[in-house]
């Protein structure tokens, strides 16, 4: 039973992998046994964690996903370099904090090519690739809970990540007779560098841990497992759903001040 949480003889592109839930992912799906294809923007960063992974089958990729040109170009490099693509993570995500009326239009464009152009057209890419090829694969996009529930001073942030968990439902239904799923991860608060500014907040860190009934902020191997769960056989008759990983948060109350 427990191989069909193995991805031996999978490769698998994971996006914004240099540090963070990214990288957790990347490590885990190569723990796991898939070669992985590392993307984000920072060429250093990228050469840093395919070190850590420390499997000879990584691949790594510099992009800006922002830039909507950059995407069809990386993927075909990818699935030219690594022999094809079974899984794709879209991870790579940024954030715009600040009251809802001081966001200007340059950011808030950038935050929506990011979390969902970027999305749609490496969905797309990949998925013709799948069709093309006849072979089923899986995607999985990385949301948030605050597609779930609401709090001041990052209405931007939460309104992609609800567009992305509907276009998940939307490319699951659609792809679903050509063998490819569509899933996504909704993490809850997470210790990773983007969040730095508020797990170093000591009133909003303890205030966090008092209300997720877990008892504690989650760590990027706690939503690696849930990605690498959606993407494995385990999950063979899975797709269009968004899987919560947030200690309880949203289910105890959801609002955190």
């Given at each position: 039973?427990?191989?069909?949480?193995?991805?031996?003889?999978?490769?698998?592109?994971?996006t914004g992998a240099?540090?963070?839930?990214?990288?957790?992912?990347?490590?885990?799906?190569?723990?796991?046994?898939?070669?992985?294809?590392?993307?984000?923007?920072?060429?250093?960063?990228?050469?840093?964690?395919?070190?850590?992974?420390?499997?000879?089958?990584?691949?790594?990729?510099?992009?800006?996903?922002?830039?909507?040109?950059?995407?069809?170009?990386?993927?075909?490099?990818?699935?030219?370099?690594?022999?094809?693509?079974?899984?794709?993570?879209?991870n790579a995500g940024?954030?715009?904090?600040?009251?809802?009326?001081?966001?200007?239009?340059?950011?808030?464009?950038?935050?929506?090519?990011?979390?969902?152009?970027?999305?749609?057209?490496?969905?797309?890419?990949?998925?013709?690739?799948?069709?093309?090829?006849?072979?089923?694969?899986?995607?999985?996009?990385?949301?948030?809970?605050?597609?779930?529930?609401?709090?001041?001073?990052?209405?931007?942030?939460?309104?992609?990540?609800?567009?992305?968990?509907?276009?998940?439902?939307?490319?699951?239904?659609?792809?679903?007779?050509?063998?490819?799923?569509?899933?996504?991860?909704?993490?809850?608060?997470?210790?990773?560098?983007?969040?730095?500014?508020?797990?170093?907040?000591p009133t909003l860190?303890?205030?966090?841990?008092?209300?997720?009934?877990?008892?504690?902020?989650?760590?990027?191997?706690?939503?690696?497992?849930?990605?690498?769960?959606?993407?494995?056989?385990?999950?063979?008759?899975?797709?269009?759903?968004?899987?919560?990983?947030?200690?309880?948060?949203?289910?105890?109350?959801?609002?955190?001040?």
């Amino acid at each position: 039973m427990l191989d069909a949480f193995r991805l031996d003889g999978r490769t698998a592109l994971v996006t914004g992998a240099s540090r963070g839930i990214g990288l957790g992912i990347a490590q885990s799906f190569a723990a796991a046994g898939a070669a992985v294809v590392l993307v984000a923007r920072d060429r250093a960063r990228l050469d840093e964690a395919a070190s850590r992974i420390g499997s000879p089958r990584v691949w790594t990729l510099p992009c800006d996903l922002s830039r909507a040109e950059e995407v069809p170009q990386t993927f075909r490099r990818a699935a030219a370099a690594a022999g094809g693509i079974d899984i794709l993570v879209n991870n790579a995500g940024a954030i715009l904090r600040g009251p809802a009326q001081t966001i200007e239009a340059e950011g808030l464009h950038r935050l929506i090519d990011l979390h969902l152009t970027a999305t749609y057209r490496l969905s797309c890419e990949f998925a013709q690739e799948r069709i093309a090829s006849g072979k089923p694969g899986a995607i999985v996009n990385i949301s948030s809970i605050l597609a779930e529930i609401a709090r001041p001073g990052v209405a931007a942030y939460a309104m992609t990540k609800a567009g992305l968990r509907q276009l998940t439902r939307a490319l699951a239904v659609e792809w679903a007779p050509h063998g490819i799923r569509v899933n996504a991860v909704a993490p809850g608060f997470t210790r990773t560098e983007l969040t730095r500014s508020q797990w170093t907040d000591p009133t909003l860190e303890a205030a966090v841990k008092a209300r997720t009934p877990l008892g504690r902020w989650a760590e990027p191997q706690d939503i690696a497992q849930a990605v690498l769960f959606l993407a494995s056989p385990a999950a063979a008759f899975i797709t269009g759903q968004t899987l919560i990983v947030d200690g309880g948060l949203t289910a105890a109350m959801g609002g955190i001040p």
